[in-house]
């Protein structure tokens, strides 16, 4: 049986993809949206797609218009980290629809108060957090696949801090570029692990037997004006003014 976060993420929301079809798919170079019939969207970070050609989708043209469950599978399709991109933005904007969804008052790091005597992982580069993390007096380390930037190491190279680490911070892309349940597993005793970013999945279930603790991620306030900085190719910090960042406790 496969127990990846893709794989659960798809059994639990394919009840939830019933009836439903795709109205809109945008690929833009930074982030991805889908749109479905009953107008719920979700983004998620556009993995780079090395696709050997000018096509980078083989269903483009087809994608809206398919039953909702179909792109929801394609977050389970390990050879093409662009199908993940367009699963995962499905099942956030499947989750979108659900009822009864409940967030924190606060946002995740006022939540878990990260302090000096806490040893921080952050894989994936989040540059506005990074300042409140230190001005904590914490220890951190920032893990990223391409640790090109000053200041940070390969999730490789940084096995022991996650192993040892009291607190993680794991971006969502994670489930997109198929790391998540290395980095999950590669995690020692933390006493708090956040999924972060817009393409984070607010649905628990999902998570249920990890060590996540909190999912911070965003709700999409302004589909078309998300729908038009997703085509222009706009990222986090452009997306955000049509974005409402919430956290789920696990």
Not at 81 to 103: C, E, F, H, Q, W
Not at 154 to 162: F, H, I, M, N, V
Request: some cysteine.
């Amino acid at each position: 049986m496969d127990n990846s976060i893709q794989s659960k993420i798809v059994s639990h929301l394919i009840p939830a993809s019933e009836g439903v079809n795709v109205a809109d798919v945008r690929i833009g170079l930074g982030y991805t949206c889908v749109q479905l019939d009953n107008d719920n969207m979700g983004v998620a970070w556009t993995a780079n797609n090395d696709a050997g050609s000018c096509t980078h989708e083989n269903r483009a043209g087809k994608l809206a218009g398919s039953p909702a469950s179909e792109l929801l599978e394609m977050l389970e399709w390990d050879e093409k980290p662009l199908s993940r991109t367009i699963g995962l933005a499905t099942a956030n904007a499947l989750v979108a629809g659900l009822p009864d969804r409940k967030y924190a008052e606060k946002d995740a790091f006022d939540i878990v108060d990260v302090n000096a005597e806490d040893k921080v992982v952050m894989v994936g580069f989040f540059g506005p957090v990074i300042p409140k993390l230190k001005q904590t007096g914490c220890k951190l380390d920032i893990l990223e696949l391409k640790s090109n930037r000053p200041g940070t190491i390969s999730p490789e190279d940084g096995r022991k801090e996650l192993a040892e680490c009291s607190v993680a911070i794991i971006t969502a892309t994670s489930i997109i570029t198929g790391t998540f349940n290395d980095l999950i597993a590669g995690l020692g005793n933390p006493r708090a692990v956040i999924v972060l970013g817009p393409s984070t999945l607010m649905y628990p279930p999902a998570f249920n037997d990890t060590p996540v603790t909190h999912l911070a991620g965003s709700l999409i306030k302004n589909t078309s004006g998300v729908k038009k900085i997703v085509s222009e190719g706009g990222g986090t910090m452009i997306l955000k003014q049509y974005l409402d960042f919430k956290t789920v406790c696990m």
